[in-house]
């Protein structure tokens, strides 16, 4: 299945290009105080390591921009190139100066004027107000942007919304799109296109219908803005996997969704092989041998969970095979035809016995599961 992909323009965040052309990128944030400037240098390097692409850190005052200066400065002398991201919340002024030392900063559209204090009333006069505001501000952020070179991610939140959007748009779809619209709007005034847009909260279908609804907005309109996608705050271990995997993955195949970053409350380097994953399995990216395998039943005569993790590690160790989709099946049942689609297959005979195919041709019948994966890899060495 070809994925048609939203068509958006391309933005350039350091070496990396966002939307057009460019793949699908993975990103992740710093989780430690960017204060702390070789805590960060250690967890950058070990996130570009693992394939991180563009990495975002939080930077809360002034001295944090000085703080990001000196991590970028590092990074470089140690000729790692990764893009680094300012995250700024609440103050314009920050985020004017991460512009002269980031690679691309992200604001918040909830706060970057607008004062979070809760539910409020808004006449339609105060409403205008807020917008006329948070505008002027924006216009003046926008062509720094545009004077520096430097693109922008205007974040808009589900848990972040302006309160005056809330009170007008309830917690609709309609209050992120008219959330990010104001921004856009402003951009549009001082002809700043350079952005790339997010619309997030950990709910899984508003962050789907959200996107949506935003992206059939911008095609009305000819914004083709692309957009960075994910779960927010999803929380760890593997309901936090699936409830990314669903969200990112169902709108990667709707064609939405230019840079991915998968939110988990771990160790970020966790996130890269989440995003990794979330990619190769809707056949976007492709970063490891894809392996499959049945569930095995009462059919299965050789212990394929055993076969399985030694297939994955040798071939791991070997590093061989990245480009290869490889089966293993327990019969013939199902398997061969399964399997069929597969560059290589190991599927067990009722014997308890194993045989190995290349497409649909038998390589190698009747081995001892004890032999698989030796004369396995020797095949694959020679393939
Ligand atoms: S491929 Fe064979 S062994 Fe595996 S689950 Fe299907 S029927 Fe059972």
Avoid at 33 to 40: E, F, G, I
Avoid at 90 to 103: E, G, W, Y
Avoid at 269 to 280: F, G, M, P, R
């Amino acid at each position: 299945m070809m994925i048609r992909r939203r068509k958006t323009r391309e933005i350039s965040i350091g070496s990396v290009g966002v939307g057009g052309a460019s793949g699908i990128s993975i990103q992740s944030m710093t989780n430690i105080p960017t204060r702390d400037v070789a805590a960060n240098v250690r967890q950058i390097s070990e996130l570009a390591e693992c394939g991180c692409e563009i990495v975002r850190l939080a930077v809360t005052s002034l001295e944090d921009v000085k703080f990001l200066a000196a991590i970028g400065d590092v990074l470089r002398a140690q000729k790692i190139k990764i893009p680094l991201v300012a995250d700024v919340h609440f103050s314009p002024i920050i985020a004017m100066h991460c512009l002269k030392v980031a690679d691309k900063v992200r604001i918040n559209a909830g706060n970057f004027s607008d004062k979070i204090l809760g539910s409020q009333r808004f006449s339609d006069e105060e409403f205008t107000a807020g917008k006329r505001k948070l505008q002027e501000k924006l216009k003046s952020f926008f062509t720094l942007a545009k004077n520096e070179n430097k693109p922008v991610r205007v974040g808009i939140n589900y848990g972040s919304l302006a309160p005056r959007m809330v009170y007008k748009f309830e917690n609709s779809d309609a209050a992120m799109w008219e959330s990010a619209k104001e921004c856009l709007e402003a951009a549009d005034e001082v002809q700043f296109d350079s952005i790339v847009l997010s619309f997030k909260a950990s709910d899984v279908q508003k962050m789907v219908t959200v996107n949506r609804f935003a992206c059939s907005q911008m095609d009305k309109i000819g914004w083709n803005y692309p957009i960075h996608l994910g779960v927010t705050e999803s929380g760890s271990g593997d309901y936090a996997r699936t409830k990314s995997a669903a969200g990112i993955g169902v709108l990667l195949f709707d064609g939405i969704g230019d840079t991915i970053r998968v939110s988990l409350a771990e160790d970020p380097a966790k996130e890269i092989e989440v995003a990794k994953n979330i990619l190769q399995a809707c056949g976007i990216r492709r970063f490891s041998v894809e392996l499959i395998a049945c569930p095995s039943c009462g059919r299965t005569s050789f212990n394929i969970q055993a076969v399985l993790a030694e297939i994955k590690r040798a071939i791991s160790e070997e590093n061989t095979g990245k480009n290869l989709k490889i089966a293993v099946m327990g019969c013939v049942v199902n398997g061969l035809r399964e399997a069929g689609n597969a560059d290589f297959a190991i599927v067990g005979s009722s014997n308890g016995t194993l045989s190995i195919y290349q497409g649909n041709h038998c390589l190698l019948r009747n081995i001892p599961e004890m032999e698989i994966c030796e004369k396995f890899l020797k095949i694959l060495k020679n393939a």
